[in-house]
C-alpha cells in the first residue's frame, strides 16, 4: 500500500502568518493517464471533511484563494497565505492513484 | 444542493453485521463512482471503499476485504455498505463520498458503528 507521511503533525500558527504542511507518499502518485491523483482535506472540529484541493493544485469550487497546493511525483505540500481563525482544524492529504487509497496522519493547525 | 445522508449505524455485538445506506440527492448519481471513509473516535480518516459509477467494479481497504461489501442502486440514489464480521476496531463513524471525476466535493455527515459487547 501507498504509504502518505504528513509533517508536522501539529502546527501552531500566528493569525495572519503562512503555514505549510508536507505530504510524501511512497511512491510515485503520476497515474497512467498523465494526471496525479493528490487529494487534500481540511476537517474543522466536528465537521464532516472538506475538500480543498484536487489534482495536486486545483482549488475546490467556493475555497478561498488562501489555500494552494503544490508538488510533484512523490512530494506535496498545502500552504495557506494568511491563516485565519476559521482554518483551524486537521488537514488530510489523500492519494487516489493506486488502490487501496490511502490518507496520511493529519496535521492539526492551532492558533498560537 | 447535493446531499449525502448516512444511515443505519448503531450499537452491534463482536461478529454482528450492518447494512449501512447513504441516500444521494442534488446531482446525477449514477455520473460519479462513491466512496466510504470512515473515522474512529479521535483518530484520522480511513478510506473504506469504492464503487463505480455503474457498480461493475469495487475496491476495498485490505483491512475490511472480505468482511465489508459495497453496493448501489442507481433507481434508488442510494449507496450501501454491508458489514459483516464487525470487530471492535471497526467502531468509527463511516461517511459516504462522491468522487466526482477525482474530485470529492461532498461528503455526508457521517453514521455511527459501535462495536462492543
Known amino acids: 500500500d501507498v504509504v502518505m507521511t504528513q509533517s508536522p503533525l501539529s502546527l501552531p500558527v500566528t493569525l495572519g502568518q503562512p503555514a505549510s504542511i508536507s505530504c510524501r507518499s511512497s511512491q510515485s502518485l503520476v497515474y497512467s493517464n498523465g494526471n496525479t491523483y493528490l487529494n487534500w482535506f481540511q476537517q474543522r472540529p466536528g465537521q464532516s471533511p472538506r475538500r480543498l484541493i484536487y489534482e495536486v493544485s486545483k482549488r475546490g469550487s467556493g475555497v478561498p484563494d488562501r489555500f494552494s497546493g503544490s508538488g510533484s511525483g512523490t512530494e506535496f505540500t498545502l500552504k495557506i497565505n494568511r491563516v485565519e481563525a476559521e482554518d483551524v482544524g486537521i488537514y488530510y492529504c489523500m492519494q487516489g492513484t493506486h488502490w487501496p487509497y490511502t490518507f496520511g496522519q493529519g496535521t492539526k493547525l492551532e492558533s498560537k | 444542493e447535493v446531499q449525502l445522508v448516512e444511515s443505519g449505524g448503531g450499537v452491534v455485538q463482536p461478529g454482528g453485521s450492518l447494512r449501512l445506506s447513504c441516500a444521494a440527492s442534488g446531482f446525477t448519481f449514477d455520473d460519479d463512482d462513491m466512496h466510504w471513509v470512515r473515522q474512529a473516535p479521535g483518530k484520522g480518516l480511513e478510506w473504506v471503499s469504492r464503487?463505480?459509477?455503474?457498480?461493475?467494479?469495487?475496491h476495498h481497504a485490505d483491512s475490511v476485504k472480505g468482511r465489508f461489501t459495497t453496493s448501489r442502486d442507481n433507481s434508488k440514489n442510494s449507496l450501501y455498505l454491508q458489514v459483516n464480521g464487525l470487530r471492535t476496531e471497526d467502531s468509527a463513524l463511516y461517511y459516504c463520498?462522491?468522487?466526482?471525476?477525482?474530485?470529492?466535493?461532498?461528503w455526508g455527515q457521517g453514521t455511527l458503528v459501535t462495536v462492543s459487547s
Open positions: 464503487i463505480s459509477a455503474n457498480g461493475d467494479s469495487t
Open positions: 463520498a462522491r468522487d466526482h471525476l477525482g474530485s470529492y466535493p461532498d
